[in-house]
């Protein structure tokens, strides 16, 4: 094997490859990834047993071959390599030399034959969605993943599709019991998803490749693995294994108290008056009434603070406490000038509506007084 291409090409697939190798793998060429030189084309490869990821990237090569190397030491040497120069590659028996400018290294390379096959999956249950579609879905529903291990079910997406006619909605839901994030999108695909959980590492991961792609994505379904696919990347993943709980029965039907107010002072008040408070759970407490919304904190060292901001609201006085940060991380996903709030009591769940962005629903659960 032999090829060269610039730094940055083989750095950019190399950080979206290494993200998931686990350097502490009892396995050690899970430690590895793996390399293929072809026609002037590079197959880079990783995984965790769990995650495959397969990336392609254009190069000058000279020889055919594969190899598999340490994906930390790999990666290293490529970042801090000089900007803008031209890397060479080559194997030589169980050695991978690498040469830019100056710096020669040479690597310790295990059998190619010794990595794990990858195996795309049948295509019989695909559709597919475009790079900005699968981002904002993501956007809207993973801050409200949990990171609980005991309700591992919880620590993804869940997917499934529901009949619209001649098409079907794509329906992506996240929770951790403490919140709830729910999105939909109209797909031409006549795909039938029952119901799959899409993991958090896998999310993660397929973020930062969607960060330097543009285009079409295939998603493939299975029973227990998904796989996302374009022209020079395919990222397969074992699908959490559990039942999601039945999300609707959260969804507020009675609450008959209405609030409007606009989004930036709102957010912005409640970062500066949840200031005061640096406690692990840090709390604010919501008091609507008379067109106004009175944000208080405080803290166990008597620390202080609150603030006034306008709404429209008539309904009769109410006050709900609530973490902050739940609150705070509403901020990023929320479109609209102005954002609607849906209230009951102050034990009862409260929707977030954004007017902007009717096809997404928030669902905050107050604290315990």
């Not at 495959?52 to 040497?77: C, M, P, Q, W, Y």
């Not at 981002?135 to 291990?149: C, L, P, Q």
């Not at 609707?248 to 009675?254: D, F, H, L």
């Not at 709404?311 to 609209?336: C, G, H, M, Q, W």
């Amino acid at each position: 094997m032999e090829f060269q291409l610039s730094r940055e090409a083989f750095l950019r697939v190399l950080n979206h490859v290494s993200s998931i190798v686990d350097s502490r793998s009892t396995i050690s060429i899970l430690s590895n990834i793996y390399l293929k030189c072809e026609n002037n084309q590079i197959e880079i490869r990783s995984t965790d047993m769990d995650i495959s990821i397969k990336e392609f990237v254009s190069a000058d090569s000279s020889k055919n071959g594969e190899a598999t190397v340490n994906s930390r030491i790999l990666t290293d040497i490529i970042r801090k390599t000089k900007k803008n120069t031209i890397v060479k590659v080559k194997n030589e028996g169980n050695r991978l030399i690498i040469n830019s400018e100056n710096s020669v290294f040479e690597l310790n390379a295990l059998s190619a034959d010794e990595f794990p096959k990858f195996t795309p999956l049948d295509q019989a249950n695909s559709f597919e969605l475009n790079v900005e579609q699968i981002k904002r879905i993501f956007t809207k529903t993973k801050f409200a993943i949990s990171s609980e291990e005991t309700r591992y079910y919880l620590n993804g997406i869940y997917f499934h599709t529901v009949k619209n006619g001649e098409k079907n909605n794509l329906i992506a839901v996240a929770t951790d019991g403490h919140r709830l994030a729910k999105t939909e999108l109209e797909i031409s695909s006549s795909v039938l998803i029952e119901g799959i959980i899409l993991p958090r590492k896998f999310i993660l991961q397929l973020d930062k490749i969607l960060g330097d792609f543009e285009g079409k994505v295939k998603i493939v379904c299975s029973d227990t693995q998904v796989s996302f696919e374009a022209d020079n990347f395919i990222i397969i993943s074992k699908l959490i294994d559990g039942k999601f709980p039945d999300y609707g029965k959260v969804i507020p039907v009675s609450n008959d108290k209405f609030l409007e107010i606009e989004t930036e002072p709102f957010f912005n008040a409640i970062d500066r008056i949840s200031t005061v408070n640096q406690d692990k759970t840090p709390t604010v407490k919501l008091a609507f009434d008379n067109n106004s919304v009175k944000i208080m904190a405080s803290s166990t060292e008597s620390n202080k603070g609150d603030e006034e901001v306008p709404a429209n609201y008539t309904s009769s006085p109410l006050e709900i406490l609530f973490n902050s940060k739940y609150l705070l991380d509403l901020r990023d996903v929320l479109e609209s000038q102005n954002i609607n709030l849906e209230l009951l009591n102050q034990s009862s769940p409260v929707i977030v509506k954004d007017p902007d962005d009717t096809k997404s629903i928030y669902i905050l659960m107050p604290m315990r007084v």
